[in-house]
């Protein structure tokens, strides 16, 4: 299993940016996804999740301004982040929704998202 | 929001030492199937999380029979025996059982 974001950088207050999740060693289609996030020398901060089925639910923080998506026949998880603050500065996971545990089984390296003027 | 409450922030250790660390829910984790969606995770320095137990005291794959976890509705613990230098890092507990996810604000395993 593999999970590998790209996307982030430094981007202006109120500005847009799209994060991906590259997945490989598993049958992408089958499984839910997360994102998560952790602000710089803080703890982990959960945003939003995508079943299987594209259901999707998000954290009260980023509703309305982030949505989460995937396309099934790129293997490809994404976040369209809007409306940027300052205070969604943090790296961002992807990780996989454990399909008998409903835990975060496997991991990206993660991708910095830097909000800032 | 279910609020983690873990303790303590920080433990300063020696090798060889075992530890506990606490993790308290404001709600109980059981879920509508009668399962618990308590984990574990560590997060070593420079380095993504990485899960160690899910529902409560399950060891993923790899993980030493050193860790331990037990508990039940909203009571819950992680156990390290015979710590080792490269058990040092990050340790979070997480529930799945309510959206939103949340997780506690982690503990910090260092070296004495």
């Known amino acids: 299993v593999q999970l590998v974001e790209s996307g982030g950088g430094l981007v202006q207050p109120g500005k847009s940016l799209k994060l991906s999740c590259s997945a490989s060693?598993?049958?992408?289609?089958?499984?839910?996804m997360h994102w998560i996030r952790q602000a710089p020398g803080k703890g982990l901060d959960w945003v939003a999740y995508i079943s299987s089925s594209s259901g999707t639910v998000y954290a009260d923080a980023v509703k309305g301004r982030f949505t989460i998506s995937r396309d099934n026949a790129k293997n490809t998880l994404y976040l369209q982040l809007n409306s940027l603050k300052s205070e969604d500065t943090a790296i961002y996971y992807c990780a996989r929704r454990a399909s008998q545990d409903r835990g975060f089984d496997y991991w990206g390296q993660g991708v910095m998202v830097t909000v800032s003027s | 929001d279910v609020v983690m409450t873990q303790t303590p922030p920080s433990l300063s250790v020696a090798i060889g030492q075992s530890v506990s660390i606490s993790c308290k829910s404001s709600q109980s984790l059981v879920y509508s199937d009668g399962k618990t969606y308590l984990h574990w995770l560590l997060q070593s320095s420079g380095r993504s999380p990485k899960r160690l137990i899910y529902q409560v005291s399950n060891l993923d794959s790899g993980v030493p029979d050193r860790f331990s976890g037990t508990g039940s509705q909203k009571d819950f613990t992680l156990k390290i025996s015979r710590v080792e230098a490269k058990d040092l890092g990050v340790y979070y507990c997480a529930q799945t059982t309510h959206f939103p996810y949340t997780f506690g604000a982690g503990t910090k395993l260092e070296l004495k």
């Open positions: 060693g598993f049958t992408f289609s089958s499984y839910g």
